[in-house]
């Protein structure tokens, strides 16, 4: 009976020998076909014989380092790192299972843990050239890193994208990358830029909050903010602990609400009101730029409707800091020059409307900047007698006789020589003044901007007496 026991036993063993043999054999086979597909680039067929070979054999480290890979060649660098984890806990001593593990954790950002592998081969291989290369490599992600940190706090984006875009380059699967330059772009106003990269990674993991954060940002920055409070909640439902969502979202409402209320302010004629209402809008976000922009344009409007024309072609310069291409703060702008005769600027103003816009409207505020140009650059005959030019005959008469009086010659015979001039030159320059602007054809003509040269040189005269003057102006 011991003897017929210690037999079976025996035979047990030796067909789990043969079982386990035929096992490995049928691994090995498997292996040999990936291999053959991993040659040809057919990484999907690849990946299901080594997947096979797993099967067959789960303890053999260079199966999982083989599918690893192959994972990597088809970009799925998370599943790639766990297969080479698995490697290199079957075998430490597999260096291609942790120059593998490390070049994944290298390509999802996680430069840290890609350094502890590399040294780990440097230990068991301190030649390996190649693992010196991705240590270096390494180390340059976290330089890039380091400094895109520090670009942020000072908020030069433009260096946090280039730190990104190299980085990316050596950790091309890291999100975390991709999301802070995209981020960025949104924050230099890249905006298309910014959706294109959120949006490849919402195609990949459309639960990823931070990228539905960097989409509602961009709406927010293009004043969609309705659209762009959707994102915020979303991205916040995915990732409940997102601050910078819950700060947008938040800022988002404040800025539509304080905004809309301003526009009822100024549509209720409560100037004060709307202008205090506007001011407040602007502090809640001075990185939303496009919405910044209408808030100046309408606090410049409100200042133009109090009278403070100088404050209004201030905000009016600020909202065009801001955006060089709206329309409406060049025309506001141009307006408020207008009010005050600075008509340079105004013509300046108009051009560049009537260049991006070319409208039969923007035309025809472009010649009236224009012609009132051209009439501030000659005499102002209604200055020259201190009326307005809305004013009447009689008011035009008057006024004539009082500067006639003021400046003749006759009453300044004793001052020096130069007084004398300065004063029959005035005089002159009254009698030019009263001669068109008591004349309705001539007013008419001088008021449209028409030359008047040749009626000029008939204007001066010889110098009345005094006392005809007086006479003449009581008639």
């Not at 996680?110 to 693992?131: D, G, I, T, W, Y």
């Not at 344009?297 to 100088?310: E, F, H, I, S, Y």
């Not at 007698?385 to 009082?402: P, Q, S, W």
């Not at 003749?408 to 009698?431: I, L, N, Y």
Request: a positive charge; aromatic letters at 10%; proline letters at 2%.
């Amino acid at each position: 009976a011991a003897l017929t026991a210690h037999y079976c036993v025996w035979m047990g063993n030796d067909l789990n020998a043969q079982d386990e043999f035929s096992l490995n054999m049928e691994a090995e086979g498997f292996k040999e076909k990936g291999n053959t597909f991993y040659i040809k680039k057919d990484y999907s067929e690849a990946f299901n014989y080594y997947t096979k070979a797993i099967d067959s054999c789960p303890k053999n480290a260079s199966y999982y380092g083989n599918r690893a890979a192959t994972l990597m060649m088809l970009c799925r660098f998370r599943e790639a790192l766990e297969d080479s984890q698995q490697a290199v806990r079957l075998d430490d001593c597999f260096m291609k299972g942790h120059l593998r593990e490390g070049k994944c954790h290298l390509s999802l950002g996680n430069a840290m843990a890609a350094s502890r592998c590399f040294q780990k081969v440097l230990q068991l291989e301190p030649s390996n050239s190649q693992a010196q290369q991705e240590h270096k490599n390494a180390a340059a992600v976290l330089e890039f890193e380091r400094m895109a940190e520090f670009g942020f706090d000072k908020r030069d984006f433009r260096k946090v994208v280039y730190c990104m875009d190299r980085a990316l380059g050596l950790a091309s699967a890291c999100h975390r990358f991709k999301i802070l330059k995209a981020e960025c772009l949104a924050l230099l106003g890249r905006y298309p830029e910014a959706q294109s990269v959120a949006s490849d990674i919402l195609r990949m993991d459309s639960t990823n909050g931070d990228a539905l954060y960097v989409r509602g940002l961009c709406l927010y920055y293009e004043d969609c903010i309705d659209k762009a409070v959707q994102f915020f909640v979303q991205a916040l439902r995915m990732a409940p602990d997102h601050e910078k969502a819950r700060l947008a979202c938040r800022n988002a409402k404040a800025l539509k609400a304080k905004k809309e209320e301003g526009n009822q302010a100024f549509k209720d004629n409560n100037f004060e009101a709307a202008y205090k209402l506007y001011s407040e809008a602007l502090m809640i976000d001075p990185n939303n730029i496009k919405t910044n922009a209408k808030l100046y344009c309408n606090r410049g409007t409100v200042g133009a409707k109090l009278k403070k024309p100088d404050q209004a072609i201030e905000d009016c310069t600020s909202a065009i800091k801001l955006d060089s291409t709206y329309i409406k703060a060049y025309l506001r702008r141009a307006q408020c020059y207008m009010d005050i005769e600075q008509y340079e600027e105004a013509v300046r103003d108009y051009e560049k409307v009537y260049q991006t816009e070319k409208t039969k409207e923007h035309k025809h505020l472009l010649k009236t900047a224009q012609l009132e140009l051209k009439k501030s650059k000659r005499k102002d005959y209604y200055k020259v007698l201190g009326v307005g030019k809305n004013a009447t005959e009689d008011e035009i008469k008057k006024a004539y006789r009082k500067r006639a009086l003021m400046h003749h010659p006759d009453r300044h015979s004793a001052a020096t020589s130069e007084v004398q001039k300065e004063e029959e030159k005035k005089f002159k320059e009254v009698g030019e003044a009263f001669t068109v602007l008591s004349d309705p054809k001539k007013k008419t003509r001088y008021d449209c901007g028409h030359d008047l040269e040749d009626d000029s040189n008939n204007m001066g005269g010889k110098l009345a007496p005094i006392w005809i003057l007086i006479a003449f102006t009581f008639l």
